[in-house]
């Protein structure tokens, strides 16, 4: 079964600096999609960025950035020019090539100090 | 367009009541999903269906019931209300699977006593 794991529960930033939030799964397939999401106070879900596990290079969404590490299972995301809007919880998930539901990470929230 | 909607926002049960959780999608979205998110905890599939009439269990279908009369509602039922029960849950839709991102409601706080 595959599993996604979050290992910081909390982190912290400085407005317009630079924080990165880890992520590793577990699989045996070697086609799938990783996603980050976000989760303000407002609970609403919010898609951040996706990354196909085919595809070499690392996406990016404007100040958002994956740093994906096939081979050692390792997805993490690179907040860059933090801003208070930033705060929230993040998700890392998981998705099988053909799948629809997605296995998500146990999160980490993330504070914006000003 | 509005997006996913749900209905209750907030809803409190007491043990052994039942009650269905409305989600509709104006997108045309054939796949929609249910997700159950415990405190501190990740989002947990309850249910999915790929299609009007066609519904499959996710990781933690016990207690729940779904049907899918229409494409636009994806109606959740809890009976028999437990206290294990007591989560956030989302409704979210896609146009297709894998790759394609999944929009979610604001979510339905329910709390059973």
């Given amino acids: ?114 | 367009n509005a997006g996913v909607t749900q209905t209750p926002k907030f809803r409190i049960l007491k043990i052994g009541q039942s009650m269905t959780l409305q989600c509709t999608q104006d997108m045309n979205h054939n796949y929609m999903y249910w997700y159950r998110q415990d405190p501190g905890m990740g989002l947990k599939l309850i249910y999915y269906s790929v299609g009007a009439g066609i519904t499959d269990k996710g990781e933690v279908p016990n207690g729940y019931n779904v049907s899918r009369s229409t494409t636009e509602d994806f109606p959740l039922r809890l009976e028999l209300a437990a206290p294990s029960q007591t989560s956030v849950y989302f409704c979210a839709s896609s146009l297709g699977l894998a790759f394609y991102e999944q929009y979610f409601g604001p979510g339905t706080r329910l709390t059973v006593t």
Avoid: H
Avoid at chain 1, 23 to 36: A, I, R, V
Avoid at chain 1, 102 to 113: A, D, R, W, Y
């Fill in chain 1, 1 to 114: 079964a595959q599993t996604v794991t979050q290992s910081q529960p909390e982190m912290s930033v400085q407005e317009a600096e630079t924080v990165t939030l880890s992520c590793t799964y577990d699989t045996s397939e070697s086609d799938y999609y990783l996603f980050w999401y976000k989760q303000p106070p407002s609970r609403q879900m919010i898609l951040v960025i996706r990354q196909e596990a085919y595809k070499q290079q690392n996406a990016t969404e404007n100040r958002f950035s994956v740093n994906f590490q096939k081979a050692a299972k390792s997805f993490s995301l690179k907040i860059s020019d933090s801003q208070l809007g930033d705060a929230a919880m993040y998700f890392c998930a998981y998705r099988m090539i053909q799948g629809g539901k997605l296995i998500f990470g146990q999160g980490t929230e993330l504070s914006v100090k000003p």
